[in-house]
């Protein structure tokens, strides 16, 4: 029966045309190496090498026998090395990135996810905007990432939708919310919106302007503010009305606004949600667990797609 070990020694010796040259590579006593040699010689039926004055000529065999070995090591080295990368994820960083809303779906639930499979790594969630986190992505300081699509220059970029959660005006005014909010409505209404840096880019305000384009108009907005809490604390105060994600709305008005409730657009508008990563790249495992477990946190909230 062949032996990693005889291959080992054989492709050695092949390189070198010498068994001692071989030991010595190998830091093997060479009556081991000849040893091994003459195993792989019985256990095939064949010769290998002739002896030719103080080295070794391989014969015909052993030139087909070599590319076999070769791969055979090769495949065995990848699978040692697959081994080790899982094993870093007991000491590792593991870093992903995601942008600030999602945070409301998969950010505490989905480090926990990690540590109560792998408690010694570190988990680096990175990004406030899905804008921040495709740079990150480009400039290869993160390797995948879950972002809004909408915001996303696919060039370079692999793109793989996961899920899709529902855009949905909120108010304090039950009169607002008796029915669904058209886009003449939306055009007239005093509005607070989170994500301000990026307003020009910000997923959600991209649909609303498309849902107000036949209007002629933008969304009007009372308030500008960074996070998504701020704004919900807004609508609660009475200050102003707003359109977030259904997730963020379900997860933030009973503890934020809870005299405010929340309808639907009409038509009805989606933000969605994607899996994203620099084309051709072959992902590390900690990139591909934090893809699985991003992925099954938002798809558990948001409608899987």
Known sequence: MLSLHQLTCFLAT????????????????????????RALEKSLGVQLFRRVGRGVVPTTVADTLRPHAERVLATVDEARQSVQRVKSFETGTIRFGMFGTARLYAGAGLVGDVLSRYPGVRVELIGQNSMDVQEDLRRGRIEA???AVPQVDSEGLE????????????????????????AHRLSLASLVMPETTWRADDS??????????????NPQTRIEVEDVETAVELVGMGY????????????LLPRLAPDAGWVSLRPRQYDTFAIVHRAGATLSP???LMIELATTRIQAIADPL
């Open 14 to 37: 092949y390189e070198h045309g010498s068994l001692t040259a071989a030991a010595e590579e190998l830091g093997y006593a060479q009556p081991s190496v000849s040893e091994q040699i």
């Open 145 to 147: 990432a879950m972002i």
């Open 159 to 182: 793109v793989t939708p996961v899920a899709r959660d529902e855009l949905v005006y909120i108010s304090v005014d039950p009169g607002r919310l008796e029915s669904p909010v058209n």
């Open 204 to 217: 959600t305000r991209r649909v609303l302007r498309r849902m107000l384009h036949e209007t002629g108009r």
């Open 240 to 251: 102003a009305d707003s359109v977030i994600p259904k997730g963020a709305a379900l997860q």
């Open 286 to 288: 900690a990139a591909q």
